[in-house]
């Protein structure tokens, strides 16, 4: 080992440094003042570096929870940016973690209290991964539709959907009808009901508030007929 690099590892390896957004990180191995490896000392991630880097603490640590507390980056291949811009999987991540974590989102829009994002997901590496083998264009990014009543946005309960069937699914609501065989029936989402047994929507709801007696057998459901 020449004195240069001896000197070097010896004034530099174990020095503690200050990023400008990520906290605190050390200097775990110096080779060259092109390939220094450094560990941050919140999330013990490390990885190889320059001098120069170090110095101006112009370094990122991608597993720290940089988005509403919870979300990172993570290492891999999908980037959050192209070219300057958000790439799609990012946006659709990012507006999904402020949905559920955002207090000022969750104030505009409280039907999202009480849902979260399970844990792969906080990763967006694994949501980028999930994005790009699922994504429909001009889909939107749905927890609704395949669990009845789903709180967590995961790849076991989410789905993609047109914007027209998302609006449809917000706006569902539950409600309990007499079938044509006296049977009281529970339904979620009346649009999608009356589309799957060849019912027309408008004339249910008619049957539902009362202002229309029956509609193809179907009538009001009332607490007496239990």
């Known amino acids: 080992m020449n004195k240069r690099l001896l000197y070097c590892k ?3 390896e174990g020095t503690i440094w200050s990023s400008d957004k990520y906290g605190e990180y050390i200097v775990i191995n110096y080779i060259n003042t092109r390939k220094v490896a450094i560990k941050f000392l919140s999330t013990n991630y490390s990885y ?17 929870p940089s988005v509403c507390g919870v979300g990172y980056v993570g290492e891999g291949s999908f980037k959050p940016s192209i070219k300057g811009l958000d790439s799609k999987p990012y946006k659709v991540w990012h507006c999904m973690l402020q949905r559920c ?18 844990d792969e997901w906080h990763n967006f590496q694994n949501f980028a991964k999930w ?18 009543g ?5 790849e076991d309960t989410c789905t993609f959907i047109s914007p027209q069937a998302n609006t449809e699914v917000a706006h569902a609501k539950n409600y309990k009808m ?9 339904i979620y989402n009346l649009r999608k009901f009356c589309r799957d047994n060849d019912l027309t929507y408008s004339c249910m709801r008619k049957v539902n508030n009362g202002s229309r007696k029956q509609h193809k057998g179907w009538t009001k459901y009332t607490p007496e007929e239990e």
């Open 10 to 12: 010896e004034k530099y």
């Open 178 to 186: 007499v079938s044509p065989d006296k049977v009281g029936v529970s």
């Open 101 to 118: 974590y955002d207090e000022s989102i969750l104030g505009r829009y409280p039907t999202y209290k009480g849902c979260s994002v399970a």
């Open 48 to 64: 190889y570096t320059t001098m120069c880097r170090i110095k101006r603490g112009s370094v990122k640590d991608y597993l720290a």
């Open 150 to 154: 789903n709180k967590i946005y995961s």
């Open 131 to 148: 994005f790009e083998d699922n994504y429909i264009e001009g889909h939107q990014l749905d927890k609704d539709s395949l669990v009845e």
